[in-house]
């Protein structure tokens, strides 16, 4: 019969950077947590997530004695500098569309534990941050994520996998608890640009810049446009700015090559003008919370992008995605993007989209030109 032990170094082998146990009882805590959100969370439940269900790992694997969690580090690699500027960088290798990385890896260890004569399953809903906690291998931070105790210099950039497994090992000492500093000043709550983060270790999911990049049916609303800058699909500030996170990001890491290839793909311009073939093609593989169905949430996030950049020389884009785009939203953003570079051809632009236009937006072209004539 293997023992922690073994499993642990197997695991370290596969090219995980930590791994832990712990017992396979409900998270009854987090499952109390969620009934207190339930206004909070109710959109997780409205996209599939059932996060409810996976608080109890025998919903997942009715023979579940115990949770072995791996611990990946998606951050051991550097991705060129435009990429980090407007996406998270989870998402930068992210392979759970085409299975040709972390993927594989987490097959091998069910490979593994299944010629020891364990059952296992890897479940998506069941809360992998708490169990990686309760398995006693790092603590919480004020920004909600998960700090590794005894991996990548203890930061935040890892992500727990957990694997329920029909067999019962010893379960490590549960460090669930804040670690953050007293002297941090809450620098990640001060710096989360859209207020997300409470300040007592909670977040309103609803605000946060992830959440509002790829979830969510509207335009989004005016007032959260600038505070969500650059970023495209994802969000790192919290993570960029905590002290716990200076000694993994001040090192030199070697060039992530399977990024740099893709890397064009995402180039702005491209994402903004592409059509559902490019989309399906090179970049709902990589970053799959939006289908095909909601290419338009991606142009209009890249819109919006374009906005905060200030840089005029996105205006032929802007006019041109107005132009050919029927979605209002993304004609929208398109209409406030040049309304915040506000240069003269931007207004110009808007000017002429006017007269024909009407509802949701006219309003947000009435609303750029009328802003524009204020800073003027």
């Not at 396979?24 to 009934?35: I, Q, Y």
Request: charged share 25%; hydrophobic share 40%; glycine share 8%.
């Amino acid at each position: 019969m293997i023992t922690e032990k073994e499993i642990i170094d197997k695991a370290l082998e596969i090219g995980f950077v930590d791994a832990g146990f712990t017992t396979a009882e409900p998270f009854e805590s987090h499952r109390e947590f969620l009934r207190e959100r339930r206004e909070e969370y109710a959109w997780a439940e409205k996209v599939g997530l059932a996060l409810m269900d996976g608080t109890d790992p025998k919903t997942v694997l009715p023979g579940a004695k115990a949770i072995i969690v791996l611990l990946d580090c998606y951050c051991r690699e550097s991705f060129p500098h435009f990429l980090e500027g407007n996406f998270g960088r989870c998402y930068l290798d992210d392979d759970r569309i085409t299975k040709d990385g972390l993927a594989l890896r987490i097959k091998s260890f069910r490979s593994y534990l299944r010629d020891n004569g364990i059952d296992s399953k890897v479940p998506f809903n069941l809360p992998h941050r708490v169990a990686a906690a309760r398995a006693g291998m790092g603590t919480f931070g004020k920004n909600c994520l998960f700090y590794a105790r005894r991996a990548a210099r203890q930061s935040s950039w890892v992500l727990p996998i957990t694997v329920v497994v029909d067999r019962e090992f010893t379960p490590g000492e549960s460090s669930v608890q804040m670690g953050c500093p007293d002297w941090c000043r809450n620098a990640c709550v001060a710096a989360c640009p859209t207020r997300a983060l409470k300040g007592n270790g909670t977040i309103d999911p609803r605000k946060c810049i992830s959440y509002m990049t790829y979830f969510g049916k509207e335009i989004t609303p005016r007032e959260l446009r600038e505070p969500m800058g650059m970023y495209v699909y994802g969000c790192d500030v919290c993570q960029n700015v905590c002290p716990r996170n200076r000694p993994w990001l001040s090192q030199e890491l070697p060039p992530n090559r399977r990024v740099e290839a893709k890397a064009a793909n995402f180039d702005l311009r491209a994402l903004l003008h592409m059509d559902r073939g490019y989309f399906s093609a090179r970049v709902w593989p990589h970053m799959f919370y939006m289908s095909p169905d909601d290419i338009w949430k991606w142009k209009m996030n890249v819109a919006r992008v374009m906005g905060n950049s200030h840089d005029e020389s996105y205006v032929p884009d802007l006019v041109r995605a107005f132009n050919e785009n029927e979605d209002e939203r993304v004609r929208g953003m398109a209409a406030w993007a040049l309304g915040r570079i506000g240069s003269g051809r931007a207004m110009d632009g808007l000017r002429a989209f006017l007269p024909s236009s009407s509802g949701l937006v006219r309003e947000e072209i009435e609303a750029a030109l009328s802003g524009a004539a204020e800073i003027q």
